[in-house]
């Protein structure tokens, strides 16, 4: 038995709340941005993800105008910085609604590093930074999407192995459902099968 719902139905805030707790986990774009008068902004968006390998894009989902969609439609720029477990309470702290006049760097306490491409800064707190400029948006209902251009990614050395980013030592911070957050867990590694490998190389579960 299933339960049903219907978005024209069940009504926005309802159905938002239901979609949140299946669309799981959502890793989170911690946005630094710089509004036209020069007003450091930081947010978290849970809706993120990886647009495009080549040229390199990134694209996060502003829900209603935020912030962060303001000041990147006015200087096309913004870094997309690493949320971290350690950096948990700061990173939900600057999801706060401050007026567009105070920087959440300055009211959760976080420092500035200087970005090598674009004039956005990064999170020094940060393990990784992606520095992007603006390619599209992309208007969609009450959201709008956001494609960045990647041009540099920075990354901490002491987060790398072996030349590679080591997932056990960035400790990613995802987003759930309600007020849920999620860590890293237990990690599981599986090889794609090809197609020429297929015979006689995959059984299904219980068969």
Not at 73 to 84: L, P
Not at 111 to 116: A, D, G, K, N, Q
Request: overall charge negative.
């Amino acid at each position: 038995m299933r339960v049903d719902l219907d978005p024209e139905e069940t009504g926005r805030r309802r159905f938002y709340a239901a979609l949140n707790s299946v669309v799981v986990p959502r890793p989170i774009a911690w946005v630094s941005s710089l509004s036209a008068d020069g007003v450091l902004n930081l947010a978290p968006h849970s809706f993120f993800t990886v647009a495009c390998v080549q040229p390199p894009m990134v694209q996060f989902t502003s829900v209603g105008r935020k912030d962060s969609l303001n000041n990147v439609e006015a200087t096309g720029e913004f870094v997309v910085n690493f949320a971290a477990e350690p950096l948990f309470e700061q990173i939900n702290a600057t999801a706060t609604n401050f007026p567009a006049e105070i920087s959440e760097f300055e009211a959760v306490g976080l420092t500035t590093e200087p970005s090598r491409t674009i004039a956005v800064p990064r999170v020094a707190e940060s393990p990784v930074a992606i520095e992007c400029t603006l390619h599209t948006t992309l208007e969609l209902g009450d959201s709008t999407v956001v494609i960045g251009r990647v041009r540099h990614l920075a990354v901490d050395a002491a987060v790398m192995v072996d030349g590679h980013p080591e997932i056990r030592l960035l400790r990613p911070l995802a987003r759930l459902g309600k007020d849920e957050w999620s860590t890293l867990g237990e990690i599981r590694s599986i090889t794609r099968i090809r197609h020429s490998d297929w015979p006689g190389h995959y059984k299904p579960p219980h068969s």
